[in-house]
Nanobody, 126 residues
Framework: QLQVVESGGGLVQPGGSLRLSCAASGFSLNFYAIGWFRQAPGKEREAVSCISSSGASTNYTDSVKGRFTISRDNAKNTVYLQMNSLKPEDTAVYFC???????????????????WGQGTQVTVSS
């Protein structure tokens, strides 16, 4: 069974850091683009970042540019989202999603991904 599993969420103070991991089981991430999405209470899901299957192309939503970094380690079958300078408005459930993707860029819309994890809670609060 193909699935992705997120980990690394938690409670952090404003200005702190967390690193989220998205690990694949049952398949190799080598040919898959990965997206990170988040959903805060009462809000719609939004795209946070994505990375192409090669890792050469990445994309970030404006609110996280300069603070978040997406990367992948295909040898470990894992994609990471390093989140620095966290703000209370970053509080949300974070999801990773995977899709087999041949293009040089990565898909930025949720409906372009077929495999989703269960999410990990990130809470930024003092």
């Amino acid at each position: 069974q193909l699935q992705v599993v997120e980990s690394g969420g938690g409670l952090v103070q404003p200005g702190g850091s967390l690193r989220l991991s998205c690990a694949a089981s049952g398949f190799s991430l080598n040919f898959y683009a990965i997206g990170w999405f988040r959903q805060a209470p009462g809000k719609e899901r939004e795209a946070v970042s994505c990375i192409s299957s090669s890792g050469a192309s990445t994309n970030y939503t404006d609110s996280v540019k300069g603070r978040f970094t997406i990367s992948r380690d295909n040898a470990k079958n894992t994609v990471y989202l390093q989140m620095n300078s966290l703000k209370p408005e970053d509080t949300a459930v974070y999801f990773c999603a995977a899709e087999r993707w041949w293009r040089a860029t990565c898909p930025q819309r949720g409906n372009e991904y077929g495999y989703w994890g269960q999410g990990t809670q990130v809470t930024v609060s003092s």
